[in-house]
T-cell receptor, first 114, second 112 residues
Framework: DTGVSQNPRHKITKRGQNVTFRCDPISEHNRLYWYRQTLGQGPEFLTYFQNEAQLEKSRLLSDRFSAERPKGSFSTLEIQRTEQGDSAMYLC????????????FGPGTRLTVL | EDKVVQSPLSLVVHEGDTVTLNCSYEVTNFRSLLWYKQEKKAPTFLFMLTSSGIEKKSGRLSSILDKKELSSILNITATQTGDSAIYLCAVDSDQAGTALIFGKGTTLSVSS
């Protein structure tokens, strides 16, 4: 399968714990995006990388959230001191990086904070 | 503030019906509009529209953009139960950087 992959697919954690998610983009894509989606809402942009550089961060990305893409390939999204409001589907997408290219989404990681 | 509004929010039809989903937008420096289909997993790409009045088709699905009216429609003809999903509209604008601005989606249910 050469699509975008994400791990884990599901994560249940207790409030206050730290969690880390991983995204592996399509191999030739140099842009990688993180989104968050809650029930009944469309995905909301969190952050974006061009190769290993994090170029944009949304207002939604509080200080407890950090994302990395150390070698310009896979990316990790860490949430520290999780809160119940962090419960959501976390989606990763990748694209070639052209001006009008298409973002292809991974299956997402469903986070539940108890 | 940039926004994307989809209507209706939900729709129930019978197999074989034709449906039209609407998307309107207010964004600064529009670049493109995209339609995605989301079932129980991540969104899958359907269409990208950049030019007004040019219809894009894929099987029973088609879509067209009207830049004058700041809107797009997604048509599905001869619906099947497998078309049941959430259909998301997203807009790419210079103002949003490289992020997509999504609407809340239209939930389509097709009954047999």
């Amino acid at each position: 399968d050469t699509g975008v992959s994400q791990n884990p697919r599901h994560k249940i954690t207790k409030r206050g714990q730290n969690v880390t998610f991983r995204c592996d983009p399509i191999s030739e894509h140099n842009r990688l995006y993180w989104y968050r989606q809650t029930l009944g809402q469309g995905p909301e942009f969190l952050t974006y990388f061009q190769n290993e550089a994090q170029l944009e961060k949304s207002r939604l990305l509080s200080d407890r959230f950090s994302a990395e893409r150390p070698k310009g390939s896979f990316s990790t999204l860490e949430i520290q001191r999780t809160e119940q409001g962090d419960s959501a589907m976390y989606l990763c997408a990748s694209s070639f990086g052209l001006a009008t290219d298409t973002q292809y989404f991974g299956p997402g990681t469903r986070l539940t904070v108890l | 503030e940039d926004k994307v509004v989809q209507s209706p929010l939900s729709l129930v039809v019978h197999e074989g019906d034709t449906v039209t989903l609407n998307c309107s937008y207010e964004v600064t420096n529009f670049r493109s509009l995209l339609w995605y289909k989301q079932e129980k997993k991540a969104p899958t790409f359907l269409f990208m529209l950049t030019s007004s009045g040019i219809e894009k088709k894929s099987g029973r699905l088609s879509s067209i953009l009207d830049k004058k009216e700041l809107s797009s429609i997604l048509n599905i003809t001869a619906t099947q139960t497998g078309d049941s999903a959430i259909y998301l509209c997203a807009v790419d604008s210079d103002q949003a950087g490289t992020a997509l601005i999504f609407g809340k989606g239209t939930t389509l249910s097709v009954s047999s």
